[in-house]
């Protein structure tokens, strides 16, 4: 399949050179506003195809995404000293604005899968520029948070992350949700599994891991002034899950009709994801303090996508 992407800085070029080393794409096509450096990341991730997958990878205006069955959607501006969330918000919307229609006269019949933060309110504006059915416009929501988790988690326990089953629902930040009590090993919920396989998970142990997962990116951020590599390979295997219509359960973002009383709300569930973008959803089993948080996080992104569609004169 191919697949666009807008936007060759740090989050677009890696998801490329995941989609290249995982096979997830037959041919990457690269745009961006800075034509150089679209052209330099296309030329260096094509070095590494001999060593990996026959992925052709390539830069172009938007007129090269024709044909593309994703189109993923990682550009935006960098938050101003002093601005305000909303500022940074409106001044993302028109860059969307100016991007969407563009994409989508070169590639009317693809997904678009959106990885520009805050990713679950871009989701929205994207739907809405679009004007496409909601379940063809994906956020990349909490896939990496739900990784976070599951790594975290199976650390804690010796195990592979492959063998925990867990999820994060609701916004990709810091009102998101560990649904600690649908989390499993092996069939078992986690505290059980914890105990067959000697291993400690202590309320301390659980806040640890809570924290982990809830202050990963900000630890990364300060460290090396972005993060990348993690979301690179979460937008990967969701593209590759759209390409060979998986029907993969993935926790990623979409405009929901009502999430725990709140309408109209964009934010992360688990998503069955196939061709042409998401199949269906699961609401897990909620504690009643799982429901109470993920409402309160449904609320937090429901009165931030309302503020700035009322900025942009989308809504009175």
Known sequence: MKVGIVGAGFVGSTAAFAMVTTGAASEVVLVDMNEALAQAQAQDIAHAVPFTHAVTVRAG??????????????????????????????????????????????????????????VDVMTQIATRISGLPRNRVIGSGTVLDTARFRALLADRLGVTPRSVHAHVVGEHGDSEVLLWSSATVAGLPVAQAAGQLHRGLTGEDRAAIDEGVRRAAYRIINGKGHTAFGIGGGLARLVAAIGADER?????????????????????????????????????????????????????????????????????
């Open 61 to 118: 205006s938007y007129a090269a995404l024709e044909g593309a069955g994703v189109v993923v959607l990682s550009a935006g501006v960098a938050q101003k000293p002093g601005e305000t969330r909303l500022d940074l918000l409106e001044r993302n919307a028109k860059v969307f604005a100016a991007i969407i229609p563009e994409v989508l006269k070169a590639a009317p019949d693809a997904v678009l899968l959106v990885a520009s933060n805050p």
């Open 248 to 316: 993969l359960v993935a926790t990623c973002a979409m405009l929901n009709d009502e999430v725990a009383g709140v309408p109209q709300v964009v934010l992360s569930l688990p998503r069955v994801i196939g061709a042409g973008g998401v199949h269906d959803t699961i609401l897990p089993n909620l504690s009643a303090e799982e429901e109470t948080a993920l409402r309160r996080s449904a609320e937090i992104l429901k009165e931030a996508a309302d503020g700035v569609e009322r900025r942009m004169g989308w809504t009175s």
